[in-house]
């Protein structure tokens, strides 16, 4: 298929916008943007954009995660959530939460923590890096976190704690400013991505250190992945729906999929978090659940499309 990179930026920044002036305009208040009175007023600012920023910058900081553990792990279902990274954030989020509850950034320090434990188990018992007993490994760590979790909130579901209907405009500023940092230095390094498409042996012959070029893009996917965990949650499933469809539009080089990335994991994330509050008003669905049933049926189609080919390029 011939790949049409305007095109599909095109298509997908006006699809962005449509939704975001839908996401700002109906709910269980509609809102209309050109006549505000005061309690219009307060649901738009004070409700609705901080959470459709959230969503926004969410959705891009998981998008570019899961494209950095896809090429690093050369693994084509790679994701933070179903590798564990995620779940690791969320219980050391909430250990450092009873510990320390008055230490300043204590949730974001205590996810990334949790981001890199979970990740350096991972790694520890996957040295060779097997793509198949790597999430298998991946969903062990998930399912043993997850465990613990309920552990200290038998009660709640992990996802009840943290959310975009709780998103305040204190947690989008910390999330914007992480996440572009992040992000900025994603599109700064996305070309490495394109050095592990070859061989270790030829990598270490053009100069390269394999092992750094690896653990930097590996490094920033746990901090993105972290991030987001810490202000919103676990979200699952962006990671491995984007960079496919991304790679699909855009083509397979990392200078090209991990911007589109940024804009097509904010559009479904956004569109997930806009569905479930419009479903069934004036309850709510949360993203989540949202994309763990869109999620599901795309990781089996990714399955059985790969067959034998087990990397991801």
Same mark, same amino acid.
């Given at each position: 298929?011939?790949?049409?990179?305007?095109?599909?930026?095109?298509? *997908?920044?006006? =699809?962005?916008?449509?939704? +975001?002036?839908? =996401? *700002?305009?109906?709910?269980?208040?509609? $809102?209309?943007?050109? @006549?505000?009175?005061?309690?219009?007023?307060?649901?738009?600012?004070?409700? !609705?954009?901080?959470?459709? +920023? @959230?969503?926004?910058?969410?959705?891009?900081?998981?998008?570019? =995660?899961?494209?950095?553990?896809?090429? @690093?792990? !050369?693994?084509?279902?790679?994701?933070?959530?179903?590798?564990?990274?995620?779940?690791?954030?969320?219980?050391?989020? *909430?250990?450092?939460?009873?510990?320390l509850p008055t230490l300043l950034f204590n949730k974001f320090i205590f996810a990334l923590l949790g981001g890199l434990v979970a990740f350096l188990l991972l790694i520890l018992f996957q040295k060779k890096m097997d793509p198949y007993r790597l999430i298998l490994i991946g969903v062990a760590l998930n399912a043993m976190f997850s465990g613990i979790q309920q552990i200290f909130t038998p009660t709640t579901s992990s996802s009840s704690a943290v959310s975009f209907a709780t998103s305040t405009w204190s947690t989008v500023l910390f999330l914007v400013v992480l996440g572009i940092i992040g992000l900025m230095l994603a599109l700064v390094i996305a070309p490495w991505a394109n050095y592990l498409k070859i061989g270790d042996a030829q990598l270490k012959t053009l100069g390269l250190s394999v092992t750094g070029v690896r653990w930097s893009l590996l490094l920033l996917a746990v901090f993105l992945t972290s991030t987001v965990t810490a202000s919103v949650g676990i979200l699952p499933f962006i990671g491995i729906i984007v960079p496919h469809v991304s790679r699909y539009f855009v083509g397979h080089d990392y200078r090209q999929v991990v911007p589109f990335s940024v804009l097509a994991g904010a559009f479904l994330l956004l569109l997930s978090d806009t569905i479930g509050r419009l479903i069934v008003m004036?309850?709510? +669905?949360?993203? @989540?659940?949202? *994309?763990? $049933?869109?999620?599901?049926?795309?990781?089996?189609? +990714?399955?059985? !499309?790969?067959?034998?080919?087990?990397? =991801?390029?």
């Open positions: 298929m011939k790949k049409h990179p305007v095109w599909a930026y095109s298509s *997908l920044l006006v =699809a962005l916008l449509v939704l +975001i002036t839908l =996401a *700002l305009t109906q709910g269980a208040t509609k $809102v209309t943007l050109t @006549a505000l009175d005061a309690g219009q007023f307060n649901t738009l600012f004070n409700i !609705r954009l901080p959470r459709i +920023i @959230a969503a926004l910058i969410s959705g891009a900081m998981l998008a570019v =995660a899961g494209d950095f553990f896809q090429a @690093a792990l !050369r693994n084509a279902i790679a994701d933070p959530s179903i590798l564990g990274i995620s779940a690791g954030a969320s219980l050391f989020q *909430l250990i450092g939460g009873l510990l004036p309850n709510e +669905i949360t993203a @989540a659940t949202i *994309l763990a $049933v869109i999620g599901g049926p795309f990781l089996i189609f +990714i399955l059985a !499309r790969q067959g034998g080919r087990r990397h =991801a390029s």
